[in-house]
């Protein structure tokens, strides 16, 4: 029998190199998925806390704006459709329309990562 005690194959090294890239693949699409997640919880406890008769259209805007400098992912300043939000009067219901993206970083490409938050928060 022919062992190789202390070597290694290069199909062997091959195939701990790939297994190595796609934990760390996988963790990075983890950390995205938890960073997202993340947004929409400071978003949605922003506006929880500045919730009240004094909260307009403009102030919510500019909470998420502020969560979303906060976490640095890029968005469209100029376009008023990628973040909008909507006040019911007299119920405090809250709707909100969120776009941005982020970008993955897989060392050897990039993924561009584009989300969309529509909710309805509050209210009777």
Do not use: C
């Not at 091959?14 to 963790?27: N, Q």
């Not at 004094?54 to 906060?70: F, S």
């Not at 990628?82 to 060392?107: M, N, S």
């Amino acid at each position: 029998m022919n062992y190789q005690r202390g070597r290694i194959s290069i199909s062997s090294l091959i195939f701990f190199l790939a297994l190595l890239y796609g934990m760390f693949a996988g963790y990075r699409l983890l950390s995205a998925k938890l960073l997202t997640a993340g947004i929409e919880n400071d978003i949605k406890a922003s506006l929880y806390l500045r919730q009240g008769s004094d909260l307009t259209p403009a102030l919510a805007r500019d909470a998420i704006l502020e969560v979303l400098n906060k976490h640095k992912v890029s968005f469209n300043r100029e376009d008023e459709e990628a973040i909008w939000v909507d006040i019911a009067p007299g119920t405090y219901r809250t709707k909100y329309h969120v776009e941005y993206d982020f970008e993955i970083d897989f060392l050897f490409f990039k993924q561009l990562r584009e989300v969309t938050i529509e909710k309805t928060e509050g209210g009777e």
